[in-house]
């Protein structure tokens, strides 16, 4: 099975990978987590290039293609064949993170934009999303408690408003695809009992 975590900085979503993750391998499950941007060799070096806030003149094309490069990558060499060998691939962030970021907070064309991520996925999507979901302020305020103000990347160093972008196109994303993206609030849980909701949610999918 082919599970992502989605939702905007912030959100909580490398906790909850690690803790679902944890708690697969304790009922014996093969588990592979990965992370995207990243989550290869190559890709983790494109990842390091779209995160630099040295990069002030990329074009949010030049972005856009640069997060398929990377994901084409990481199909290759990590999630497909790991799916193939009869693992669970739990990864944060996959294509949603494109369609929210790049589509809605940057403006590029939807359509595009699905055209590309077929291109690098070969039309693979997950069989369940888990969209963390926070208020942007509050968001944004745990990025700054975690990494400082002067240490935020070259996408968390955008403003508020594209954030509330980035946001409002998750939820919907999640509105046409319901059976797939299932939204739960991150707000004010405890990372432990947000764990309970997720697992909740998951057992609707599959045997645990």
């Excluded at 990377?70 to 060499?77: K, P, V, W």
């Excluded at 934009?113 to 693979?124: P, Q």
């Excluded at 070259?154 to 046409?176: C, H, M, P, Q």
């Amino acid at each position: 099975m082919f599970i992502t975590f989605e939702g905007i900085d912030g959100s909580g979503k490398s906790t909850q990978v690690r803790l679902l993750a944890e708690e697969f391998k304790r009922m014996g499950r093969d588990v592979v987590i990965t992370r995207e941007p990243g989550g290869t060799c190559i890709s983790e070096i494109i990842r390091g290039i779209l995160l630099d806030r040295e990069n002030v003149e990329m074009t949010k094309e030049t972005e856009l293609l640069l997060y398929a490069a990377s994901r084409a990558q990481h199909m290759g060499e990590v999630i497909l064949p790991a799916l193939k060998g009869g693992k669970m691939v739990i990864c944060e962030r996959f294509v949603d993170s494109t369609l929210a970021y790049q589509g809605y907070g940057c403006g590029i064309d939807l359509d595009l934009i699905e055209t590309v991520n077929h291109i690098a996925t070969n039309g693979l999507k997950p069989e369940l999303t888990i969209l963390l979901d926070v208020e942007v302020e509050d968001g944004l305020k745990r990025v700054a408690a975690m990494h400082g103000n002067d240490r935020v990347d070259r996408i968390e160093s955008r403003d508020k408003e594209f954030y509330n972008r980035v946001r409002d196109g998750y939820l919907t994303i999640a509105s046409r695809e319901p059976g797939r993206v299932k939204v739960i609030d991150s707000s004010e849980r405890p990372p432990d009992i947000l764990q309970g909701k997720i697992l909740e949610v998951i057992k609707e999918k599959i045997e645990l």
